[in-house]
């Protein structure tokens, strides 16, 4: 049997880290980890509420957590500009109060910035979202496939893998369907590979899609 792991956490402290830093005793552990979980529940239910997302995409790259003793910095890193950027300074308190509401937390402070990532089609969630449109609006999964690739060219990568699972066009029989482009070395280490794991509803039921993106290769 293939022994699987995260590429992700398979590269933690050589070319990858970790999205929240802090630290908490054994017994509080889980609870950091669900306060973790709200946060970024709240962040994604408040971009989906209040954007009008014409391609399905919200643009969200990852959430950055770090928790001091009395204060939680959290980092959004955005692919497009007319998201959460619009109302800058308006919408960040907005958000602020709701994730405040959500944590119920009164002698910590809550600072949330928004940072902008140059080639946000060149990161496995946006690309991901992006997939998950093109399914959802029922474009053939091949087309949906071979347009993201090309949208990665754009962005400056050595290579992408895309996979999608499930029942696929709406067919009787779940499947795996794949396609590569370029290098993506997963069992080398020094390899900055980005990966995502996203889930989509479409009306003939679940699919899953996973994209691994090559970045760059430490010497």
């Not at 509080?28 to 209040?50: A, F, M, P, T």
């Not at 955005?78 to 958000?95: D, N, S, Y």
């Not at 889930?199 to 430490?218: A, M, P, Q, S």
Request: hydrophobic share 40%.
């Amino acid at each position: 049997m293939g022994q699987k792991i995260n590429p992700l956490g398979f590269r933690l402290g050589t070319t990858q880290g970790h999205h929240s830093l802090w630290f908490a005793q054994p017994k509080n552990y889980s609870e950091g980890l669900q306060e973790d979980q709200k946060i970024r529940n709240c962040i994604k239910n408040y971009v989906q509420k209040n954007m009008r997302i014409s391609s399905g995409v919200e643009g969200i790259a990852r959430i950055e957590i770090q928790k001091k003793i009395d204060l939680i910095q959290i980092i959004i890193y955005m692919g497009f500009k007319k998201l959460l950027m619009e109302g800058r300074p308006r919408r960040i308190q907005e958000l602020q109060i709701n994730v405040q509401k959500e944590l119920n937390c009164v002698n910590q402070k809550l600072n949330i910035a928004i940072t902008r990532i140059a080639n946000p089609y060149g990161h496995p969630k946006i690309l991901a979202e992006f997939i998950a449109g093109q399914l959802k609006n029922r474009v053939s999964f091949r087309k949906a496939m071979k347009k993201a690739i090309e949208l990665t060219e754009q962005a400056d990568t050595k290579g992408i893998q895309i996979q999608i699972a499930g029942r696929i066009d709406g067919k009787e029989i779940a499947r795996v369907e794949w396609i590569r482009e370029g290098r993506v070395p997963l069992q080398t280490i020094r390899a900055k590979i980005e990966y995502s794991s996203y889930t989509v509803r479409t009306i003939y039921g679940v699919l899953g899609i996973k994209i691994w993106i090559f970045v760059d290769e430490e010497k």
